[in-house]
């Protein structure tokens, strides 16, 4: 069973660029949340979906956004990025089935933004 | 979400009990206590979660007190691959639907 993937795996953009960032989730888990883990710090929810559909959103502008797809893959897009967007983009998925499904977490995507 | 307290790191022997506490003194009645662990350059990794009955697992025990007001999540033979941040998280559960608030958790360190 292979586990939850996240590409790239490092990133290097300029302020102002837009940047997407890719998640697939593990096998049969159709819902993934996105965080955000600058350094030094616990990782922050940015959004989660579920089945296609937003599922809640944290504190983060709406220059961050979303989608999934119907094999519940998952991106997270950025735009306008500023410097302080550096950071490791963390996506988790969950199977949903108790209700106490663990979340799964890929290995993140190190965004550096200059 | 109720918040949670954990002090910012801790070293434990190799070979010994590694005891890592954790206050969440505002939980209500239907919010779970979840461990999850970030070793190094990786994502997390779910650990334990409990509601008001020690839990164990072939990873860890986790001892919740009676009023609910604290809990300790207990690694019984530390090794090496044990130095991780261990982040106590407190949640209603939701189906794995969890927006999961992590703090800055504890850093272990387990000494050879």
């Known amino acids: 069973e292979t586990g939850v993937t996240q590409s790239p795996t490092h990133l290097i953009k300029t302020r102002g660029q837009q940047v997407t960032l890719r998640c697939s989730s593990q096998?049969?888990?159709?819902?993934v949340s996105w965080y955000q883990q600058a350094l030094g710090q616990g990782p922050q929810f940015i959004f989660q979906y579920y089945r296609e559909e937003e599922n809640g959103r944290g504190n983060f502008p709406p220059r961050f956004s979303g989608l999934q797809f119907p094999n519940y893959s998952s991106e997270l897009n950025v735009n306008a990025l500023e410097l302080d967007d550096s950071a490791l983009y963390l996506c988790?998925?969950?199977?949903?089935?108790?209700?106490?499904?663990?979340?799964?977490f890929g290995p993140g995507t190190r965004l550096t933004v200059t | 979400d109720a918040k949670t307290t954990q002090p910012p790191s801790m070293d434990c022997a190799e070979g010994r009990a590694a005891n890592l506490p954790c206050n969440h003194s505002?939980?209500?009645?239907?919010?779970?206590v979840y461990w999850y662990r970030q070793i190094h350059s990786q994502g997390p990794q779910y650990i334990i979660h409990g509601l008001k009955n020690n839990e164990t697992n072939e990873m860890a025990s986790l001892i919740i007190t009676e009023d609910r007001k604290s809990s300790t999540l207990i690694l019984p033979h530390a090794t090496l691959r044990d130095t991780a941040v261990y982040y106590c998280i407190v949640s209603r559960p939701n189906f794995g639907n969890e927006k999961l608030t992590f703090g800055t958790g504890t850093r272990l360190t387990i000494i050879p």
């Open positions: 096998s049969g888990h159709n819902t």
């Open positions: 505002t939980i209500s009645g239907n919010e779970y």
């Open positions: 988790a998925s969950s199977p949903n089935s108790g209700r106490n499904s663990e979340q799964y």
